[in-house]
Structures are given as C-alpha cells and as structure tokens.
C-alpha cells in the first residue's frame, strides 16, 4: 500500500511560479513510476507529466511542456512538480499518483495510488 499526499497549491497570479510536492509513505517509492495529474471544474482528469522509477525519461503533456519540470527524489520519497509561467487554464486539483508500471506510463489505468489533490488556482 502507498499513501500519497500532494502539497504546495494555492491562488497564484498569471504568470507566476508554483511547485507541488507529493509526500509518500512507506519504503517502496522507488519501486514506482510516478505521474501528476489534474482535473478542471467541469473536465475531465488529464495527464499533467510522469517520471520513471529512477528519474529518467520524463514524459510531459503538450500543454505544459516547456513550463513544468516533474522531478522525484527517491531517497525522500518525494515527487515535485515545478510550475512556471502559469496560466488561467492551469486551474485545478492536481493528484499524485503512483504505479507499478514499468517505464513511464502515461494512461490513468495505469495508476493503481493516488492522493487526495491540492489546487491551483491562477488569477489574472
């Protein structure tokens, strides 16, 4: 069993600079590739970026590529997700989620464990 636990959201303006963190309980974190995801009032849940299990190859979706960086320290058991230039549509609860695919996997089916969201809102 993995506990997850995102951290880092709140209101920020158009723009700004914003890093989520993801806490992970137990001794097994490195044994999972790791992914954020976020979900829109209203949308549905979309890929934001995931990370293999040693840090390499990260994958990121078309819409932040360029501005996010997905990064994970295993020796902390924790994964980061640093935000730049924000924008009005980078608003929403953003989940950590762990899997025990190999590689890194891109699909939500993937992800057998998840956290319980932070939010980001971005103003103008």
């Known amino acids: 069993q993995v506990q997850l636990v995102e951290s880092g959201g709140r209101l920020v303006r158009a723009g700004d600079s914003l890093r989520l963190s993801c806490a992970s309980s137990g001794r097994t974190f490195s044994r999972y590739a790791m992914g954020w995801f976020r979900q829109a009032p209203g949308k549905e849940r979309e890929r934001v970026a995931a990370i293999s299990r040693s840090g390499t190859t990260p994958y990121y979706a078309d819409s932040v590529k360029g501005r996010f960086t997905i990064s994970r320290d295993n020796a902390k058991n924790a994964l980061y997700l640093q935000m730049n230039s924000l924008k009005l549509e980078d608003t929403a609860v953003y989940y950590c989620?762990?899997?025990?695919?190999?590689?890194?996997?891109?699909?939500?089916?993937?992800?057998?464990?998840w956290g319980q969201g932070t939010q980001v809102t971005v103003s103008s």
């Open positions: 989620a762990a899997s025990p695919g190999i590689g890194t996997p891109i699909r939500s089916d993937n992800y057998h464990y």
